[in-house]
């Protein structure tokens, strides 16, 4: 049965990323919609409308790594980030780095995503260790 289903924090909270990713059926096609003035503002504070009692990015990261192991991942979209509130590029850098984790799990190996020096990404959690700078690559 096709269907859009929403996840709300407090049964992110309540049940954990599996389970919450468990409710599919496995090979499920998907699309996550990722709304990031849902998540914590403390984590990621670049955002107009800020919601209190979100999860935190490490939640969020185990949500979509969960969700993209068990259903065939056919797109993301991410809604809300407001790069003009975020003048340091830490909370780009968390969004990358989700974004990062998401696709490692669709893809099923290791993506470094390498920059030379663009918001901090040289230092990015996905990339290899020893990798070159390269402006925007990313790399399989």
Same mark, same amino acid.
């Not at 403390?42 to 790594?65: E, H, M, N, S």
């Given at each position: ?13 309540? $049940?954990? %990323?599996?389970?919450? *990713?468990?409710? =599919? +059926?496995?090979? $499920?096609?998907?699309?996550? +919609?990722?709304? +990031? $003035?849902? /998540?914590? %503002? ?10 209190? !009692?979100?999860?935190? /990015? $490490?939640?969020? !990261?185990? #949500?979509?790594?969960?969700? *993209?192991?068990?259903?065939? #991942?056919?797109?993301? +979209?991410? /809604?809300?980030?407001?790069?003009? #509130? @975020? ?5 780009? /850098? ?8 998401? #696709?490692?799990?669709?893809?099923? &190996?290791? =993506? ?11 230092? &990015? *959690?996905? *990339? ?6 390269? &402006? @925007?690559?990313?790399?399989?």
């Amino acid at each position: 049965e096709a269907g859009n289903v929403i996840v709300r924090s407090r049964v992110l909270a309540q $049940d954990g %990323p599996a389970a919450v *990713a468990g409710r =599919l +059926v496995e090979g $499920d096609r998907i699309g996550i +919609v990722f709304d +990031v $003035d849902g /998540t914590d %503002p403390a984590a990621l504070p670049a955002v107009r409308a800020p919601v209190p !009692g979100g999860p935190g /990015t $490490d939640v969020v !990261g185990q #949500l979509f790594v969960a969700l *993209a192991a068990r259903g065939s #991942l056919e797109g993301m +979209v991410v /809604t809300e980030f407001e790069p003009e #509130l @975020d003048p340091s590029g830490t909370s780009a /850098t968390a969004v990358v780095r989700l974004l990062c984790r998401v #696709l490692q799990a669709r893809l099923g &190996h290791q =993506l470094a995503l390498r920059s030379a020096g663009v918001g901090g990404l040289e230092s &990015h *959690a996905c *990339a290899r260790p020893g990798a070159a700078a390269r &402006h @925007d690559e990313l790399v399989g």
